[in-house]
């Protein structure tokens, strides 16, 4: 989409779709957390365009949230979007320096302003489904990946499939190992941490889960976060003849529409 | 002012719930992240929350229990499922109580399960009862003034 003063960040989520202009950096809310029932999201598309103004643009980062317990849910829910994530470390925003300075603006004071959306579900099964893998399959339908998760956050006891369980299946895919996964327990068992530690989780924290547990998250979130852009950079770099390696050029390049067909991301 | 009135009480209520252990710091978590969210039905919720997971759980530990042959582990389960989220909540109490729980379960001991049932419905109760007080008191306070959280 295009404003006559300059483009705008559209991410969508079908039912839910929220916009930031230019010229207004509020977001509008995150999606609605979804408790007990079959998500029905497909077809989350990020179209990221660069934009010209000197705004604070705000990163958004999507969480998937499993645990079994309602009011562990709504804990994890508000810690991820009370955590602002901030303070960030000098390797973090070096990173994005050196990414683009286009892919998200840092707010002049310094702060790493972002929005956290979360999607809860009560099991693994439900996880999966989510992220478009179905138990039977080892690798997902082309057009359900279009689902953009950036963390993915696991209680470890769950009846059915637990988090390690979860954990396995994603790590087993080529298209969610990527997506780094954090588990959450409250036993406090070495042999378990390690299983899950030497399985890929890229976390491991113990219940109740604090708000000083998330700045544990932050880096994930935010290598999750740049190999996105950073890939969406290299697909729209190889596909629009338009857009030049050069920053400055690319800022000229504003007033192009960017194909509409993205590649669907995965992670 | 009454509505001082109302916050002295409402004060005395929580000072006197982590003086007896009934609540710990994580329920002060609870509390900040309202406060910090700018989210204000948030404790309340969560509590809300808590408290019927909580009566399910128990009416189903009881179910359990009175069948001729227990299965002491889907009572352990359920044991631990309150365990869990009572810990999430700051719920103090009735998480050790709980973690008691689980040492009968373990031994196996049907006495032992009943009577700590009771103690723990008897402490969640308890519990109930004071989160019930603190959330009417932060109501009528609201009602004096609404733009106080």
């Known amino acids: 989409m295009m404003l006559p003063d300059g483009p705008i960040l559209v991410e969508s989520i079908p039912g839910k779709i929220w916009s930031k202009s230019a010229r207004d ?44 317990s309602l009011p562990d849910r709504k804990l994890i829910e508000r810690l991820l979007k009370t955590s602002s994530f901030q303070g960030t470390t000098r390797f973090s925003l070096l990173l994005a320096a050196l990414l ?5 603006g840092l707010a002049s004071d310094g702060r790493f302003g972002s929005v956290c959306a979360v999607t809860a579900v009560d099991s693994g099964s439900k996880a999966l ?3 478009g893998l179905h138990d039977h399959e080892e690798s997902p339908i082309s057009d359900q ?17 637990t988090g390690y369980d979860l954990l396995k299946k994603i790590k087993e895919s080529s298209y969610l190992r990527d997506i780094p996964v954090v588990i959450m327990s409250s036993d406090n068992i070495p042999s378990r941490i390690n299983r899950c530690l030497e399985e890929g989780a890229d976390e491991f924290l113990l219940k109740p ?41 690319r800022k000229a390049a504003d007033d192009e529409i960017l194909p509409s067909t993205i590649r669907p991301r995965h992670c | 002012m009454a509505a001082a009135a109302l916050r002295e009480q409402l004060n005395a209520l929580l000072s006197s719930m982590f003086s007896q252990g009934l609540v710990d710091e ?7 992240l309202q406060d910090e969210g700018g989210t204000p039905g948030f404790v309340a919720e969560v509590v809300t929350l808590f408290s019927d997971d909580a009566e399910r759980i128990i009416a189903e530990i009881a179910t359990l229990l009175e069948q001729p042959i227990v299965n002491f582990d889907k009572v352990d389960a359920f044991v631990h499922q309150l365990k869990g989220s009572s810990a999430s909540v700051g719920a103090q109490k009735v998480k050790f109580t709980c973690m008691q729980f689980r ?6 001991s049907r006495d032992g399960c009943l009577m700590a049932l009771a103690v723990v419905r008897n402490d969640f109760y308890d519990l109930r009862n004071k989160f019930q007080t603190m959330l009417q008191l932060e109501q009528q306070i609201q009602a004096y003034d609404p733009k106080q959280q």
């Open chain 1, 25 to 68: 950096p509020a977001f509008h809310e995150s999606p609605p957390v979804l408790s007990s029932h079959r998500s029905t999201i497909r077809g989350g598309r990020s179209i990221s365009l660069p934009s010209s103004m000197a705004v604070a643009t705000e990163a958004q980062f999507h969480v998937l949230a499993v645990d079994d």
């Open chain 1, 100 to 104: 683009s300075q286009l892919l998200w």
């Open chain 1, 129 to 131: 489904e989510f992220l």
């Open chain 1, 145 to 161: 990946l279009d689902v953009a998760v950036n963390l993915i956050i696991t209680d470890y006891c769950m009846p059915g499939m």
């Open chain 1, 209 to 249: 889960v604090r708000l000083s547990d998330m700045s544990k998250l932050k880096p994930h979130i935010l290598k999750s976060r740049c190999k996105e852009h950073y890939e969406q950079e290299q697909h729209l770099q190889s596909n629009s003849s338009c857009i030049s390696r050069d920053s400055h050029k």
């Open chain 2, 26 to 32: 994580q329920f002060q978590q609870l509390q900040m």
């Open chain 2, 103 to 108: 040492q009968f379960c373990q031994e196996k």
